[in-house]
């Protein structure tokens, strides 16, 4: 996976990304990636929400779980409330507390039912 990934993102240096295009290479390298998982807090397109949303709901490990999640706290995804709601009444401790620290920077507690 590492051969495919541009020099910036082995290099540990985060890509100056602006646009959403970049968002299905980070997802695949995020696993492994600390700098794919920065890279995707500072893609400034708004469309790649709905990417890194989508990506959450496909998971299948818990570790990509824990670092989306982060990523979209992060980046205060809003429409991310519902799904992260969802996830902080689960029954994985680990990842509900990581899912809770981020329902903090997606919602107001007037939105919290």
Known sequence: MADCLPEAVQSGTPLAVQRESSVPLLLRALPTSETAQRSLVLI??????????????????RGTQGKLIVVLG???VAVATPELLKIAQGGDAEISRTA???LAATTQPRDLP
């Open 44 to 61: 400034p397109a708004r469309e790649a929400d709905s990417l890194i949303l989508g990506a959450l709901a496909t998971a299948s490990d």
């Open 74 to 76: 992060d980046r205060g």
């Open 100 to 102: 809770l620290r981020a």
